[in-house]
């Protein structure tokens, strides 16, 4: 891949260099590996969807593992989860949506729960 041309293999460890071919490209089209992966034949995608509901949250959650890390949609109401969410999310290289309503108004420590746990 790209990477491996780049030279980036003469600076892994011993061993991690054969990972770069799991890293899809910079134009977000998936390797040969991870489409074989994703869905036997090439085509498949990692997606999954979520929707979760407790006495303190409502949460909607879809991730797709394929994506490119360029569409990232959170509100938890929590800033700082919301940015760790994003970056996450960005240098991953996975496209995310969540929304979560939650307890605020309390403590902010089941929205932060419920949201890892979807």
Do not use: N, Y
């Not at 061993?15 to 036997?40: H, I, M, N, Y």
């Not at 969807?49 to 409502?58: L, N, Q």
């Not at 989860?81 to 979560?100: I, N, T, W, Y």
């Amino acid at each position: 891949g790209p990477l491996a041309a780049s030279g980036a293999a003469a600076v892994l460890p011993p061993g991690l260099a054969g990972l770069l071919d799991w890293l899809p490209p910079a134009d977000g089209e998936p390797s040969s590996k991870r489409a074989r992966v994703a869905g036997g034949g090439g085509g498949g995608r990692r997606v999954g969807k979520c929707e979760r509901k407790t006495k303190e949250t409502s949460i909607t959650c879809e991730i797709d593992l394929d994506g490119t890390g360029t569409k990232c949609d959170v509100s938890t109401g929590i800033g700082f989860l919301d940015h760790m969410l994003q970056q996450l999310a960005k240098h991953g290289r996975f496209d995310l949506s969540l929304e979560c309503k939650g307890d605020l108004h309390i403590d902010d420590h089941h929205t932060a729960e419920d949201c890892a746990l979807a």
